[in-house]
């Protein structure tokens, strides 16, 4: 069984920023593509940012391009999400999952979620 537990939210000023990460147990996280999803308040979950298996191929929403980052660390069973430049429109529960592929990712159909971790940007 895939376990996903995310850390890194919480409480900051639009213009900030903030790093997620999620931790993956269970097996080894290089078998996976991993990736980020958003649900805010009252609306559909929605892709964020996505990685590779292998970390040759990302991709992100075009809402978050040139702000958020994904990357990962095989060695330590890892993958974060650098967050600059937050805006208030970027509020909300943010979950990590994983995948047998990216797209299955980017489609909003991985094998795991994790919990969830929640972002606040204030304005």
């Known amino acids: 069984q895939v376990q996903l537990v995310e850390s890194g939210g919480g409480l900051v000023q639009a213009g900030g920023s903030l790093r997620l990460s999620c931790t993956v147990s269970?097996?080894?996280?290089?078998?996976?593509?991993m990736g980020w999803v958003r649900q805010a308040p009252g609306k559909e979950r929605e892709f964020v940012a996505g990685?590779?298996?292998?970390?040759?191929?990302?991709s992100y929403a075009d809402s978050v391009k040139g702000r958020f980052t994904i990357y990962r660390d095989s060695g330590k069973n890892t993958v974060s999400l650098q967050m600059n430049s937050l805006e208030p429109e970027d509020t909300a529960v943010y979950y990590c999952?994983?995948?047998?592929?990216?797209?299955?990712?980017?489609?909003?159909?991985?094998?795991?979620w994790g919990q969830g971790t929640q972002v606040t940007v204030s304005s």
């Open positions: 990685i590779s298996w292998s970390g040759s191929r990302t």
């Open positions: 999952a994983a995948g047998s592929t990216l797209q299955t990712v980017t489609v909003l159909r991985p094998g795991y």
């Open positions: 269970g097996r080894t996280i290089i078998t996976y593509a």
